[in-house]
């Protein structure tokens, strides 16, 4: 597609349920990534993606998060038993996966703003 | 591990005053550089950047130098204007690696 898309963009849900945030990159781009921005909060990187595996995970603040990518191309954030602290904007974003002449470049989706009551 | 410090918020200006938000970073070797903006209730966009030693990036009237022998990427703009009132994010990046970003200084332009 022409951006970064994600899916849903609200998304209100009970304490204690499952989430999955959907993430649609740029056609073409290998490197796949995932932040999260609490309120009043800077970026906080989740994990990221070359292809379909996983090079680093290192930002999955718990094992009640996880994400797959499948097909090189579309990628799920699963968050399970959510929790209030969990409420936050979850930001995609993708890019070649390789140097271009200006460099690397990175194409953020609007978000997922997640609210968990 | 990388890491960048952004000088804290919230900035306050009028009008056409000049704008300076400082960047300094934490790398091995030499990252690439980034400003991102995020307007009131939009997503994150690319502002500029600069990928080696002494380039200059610029968009909007917005200017940062990449300074290695200061480790630093201050953002400025000669006369800011109400529509610059944003969230303004330093990072950077090494590689097809994951940008690492400062934690923001949110600018609101009086007019």
């Not at chain 1, 409420?87 to 996966?97: Q, T």
């Not at chain 2, 960048?4 to 300094?24: D, H, Y």
């Not at chain 2, 917005?62 to 994010?89: C, I, M, N, P, W």
Request: net charge neutral.
């Amino acid at each position: 597609g022409a951006g970064v898309s994600q899916s849903p963009s609200n998304k209100v849900t009970e304490k204690g349920k499952d989430v999955e945030l959907r993430c649609d990159p740029i056609s073409g781009h290998t490197a796949l990534y995932w932040y999260r921005q609490s309120l009043g909060q800077g970026l906080e990187f989740l994990i990221y993606f070359q292809g379909n595996s996983a090079p680093d995970k290192s930002g999955l603040p718990s094992d009640r998060f996880s994400a797959e990518r499948t097909g090189g191309s579309v990628s799920t954030l699963t968050i399970q038993r959510t929790q209030q602290e969990d409420s936050a904007v979850y930001l995609c974003a993708s890019s070649p996966g390789f140097a271009t002449r200006g460099g690397y470049g990175y194409t953020f989706g609007s978000g997922t703003r997640l609210t968990v009551v | 591990g990388n890491s960048v410090t952004q000088m804290e918020g919230p900035v306050t200006l009028s009008e056409e005053a000049f704008l300076t938000i400082n960047c300094t970073y934490t790398a091995t070797g030499y990252p690439s550089l980034f400003w991102y903006v995020q307007y009131p209730g939009e997503g994150l966009q690319l502002l500029l950047k600069a990928t080696k030693a002494d380039d200059k990036g610029s968009n909007k009237g917005f200017e940062a130098t990449y300074r290695k022998e200061t480790t630093s990427f201050h953002l400025e703009k000669g006369s800011v204007q109400v529509s610059d009132s944003a969230v303004y994010f330093c990072a950077l990046s090494q590689g097809a690696q994951k940008l690492v970003f400062g934690q923001g200084t949110r600018l609101t332009i009086n007019p």
